[in-house]
């Protein structure tokens, strides 16, 4: 493993490689100023020659924010950027109700291309940071201009996603066991050169297929799940107010839920998705086997702060459960 990018995220995080791991700190000041940070540089050398590589990226791992976890709202508005110019703005994303896998990001594509609102897949990212704003796709506006036009103001059934992917050569992500059918996180494409005529041969093996068969919708709408209630083993206790999702493995990881509706004092509190026993889309409710009790004394999220794997450690304890990590 390369050195340099331990060293660079030890020193954006200004982690303390002299403390022990029970000591640990976050600087707090001096990082801006670059005879500090030279100091800091020779310290972790010096730390990383005699601990090792992987103890530091551990102890990272324990004491560190978790920068791979970000609210799906941080999402909303980002720009997406093909290879040859933008194609629009993200309006909110997909998400499959199995696995919970950020499928899609439907895009408004604005007047560029008469407003109509696209579906970008993981698969095409090049550089996904939604911190900066701009998610950068291997595309071109001509591939995207050219997808099957999907009506996003209904269920996307599981014949329009094939014909989507398959336009685009994609592998189909329910296929396999993984969260993305052929791996533990998804795989990079190269370009993609798709034809024209790709489009009507793929949607016609979906009508030959799909004959006499009703739609098998799995995806549903991030704006649409928000404000579902939440019930309880013993009763209801607040409704989803956001997501939180991996910007790695691009798998929603935790359910924000408002409890200030259902008792005085309430806070905001976060559901692992996979403490989830079902999800009623008819009745818009997310059920869980968690009591009321253990969910109002759950540890608090603050939504101001970013999200650490220490709070996601005591939230798991809290609960007596284990960790995805």
């Known amino acids: 493993m390369a050195i340099a990018p331990v060293v660079a995220f030890v020193v954006t995080n200004g982690m303390s490689m002299d403390a022990p791991l029970e000591s640990a700190k976050i600087v707090k000041r001096g ?15 010096r730390r990383l020659s005699s601990e090792g590589v992987s103890t530091i ?16 709202e941080s999402v909303y508005g980002c720009t997406v950027a093909a290879r040859d110019g933008d194609i629009g703005s993200v309006d909110e994303v997909y998400f499959d109700d199995e696995a919970w896998g950020v499928r899609y990001l439907v895009v408004d594509t604005g007047n560029w291309f008469n407003k109509r609102r696209v579906l970008i897949s993981p698969y095409s990212f090049k550089q996904a940071n939604p911190a900066s704003g701009i998610i ?21 059934s599981r014949q329009h996603e094939a014909e989507y992917l398959g336009y685009y050569g994609y592998p189909t992500y329910w296929a396999g066991a993984y969260l993305w059918g052929v791996g533990a996180a998804y795989p990079p494409f190269g370009p993609i050169e798709s034809t024209r005529g790709t489009v009507s041969e793929v949607r016609d093996r979906r009508d030959m297929e799909a004959d006499n068969r009703p ?13 579902y209630h939440i019930e309880a083993a013993d009763g209801r206790i607040g409704h989803v107010s956001g997501f939180i999702f991996d910007d790695e493995a691009w798998v929603i990881r935790y359910l924000c ?7 005085p004092g309430g806070k905001e509190v976060l559901l692992a998705t996979q403490w989830i026993e079902l999800v009623d889309w008819v009745g818009s409710t997310v059920s869980t086997r968690l009591t009321r009790d253990a969910i109002k004394n759950s540890p608090e999220y603050d939504e101001s702060v970013p999200l650490s794997r220490r709070y996601e450690a005591k939230l798991h304890k809290h609960y007596g459960k284990g960790g995805y990590w």
């Open 31 to 45: 990082l801006c100023n670059p005879r500090h940070r030279l100091g800091m540089l020779v310290q972790i050398y």
């Open 57 to 72: 990226l551990r102890r990272a791992c324990l004491l560190g924010v978790s920068k791979m976890l970000r609210t799906v």
């Open 136 to 156: 950068e796709v291997d595309l071109t506006q001509q591939q995207v201009k050219d997808s099957p036009n999907i009506d996003t103001d209904k269920p996307v």
């Open 215 to 227: 739609a098998d919708v799995h995806l549903r709408s991030s704006k649409a799940v928000r404000g």
């Open 257 to 263: 839920i408002d409890t200030s509706n259902w008792w």
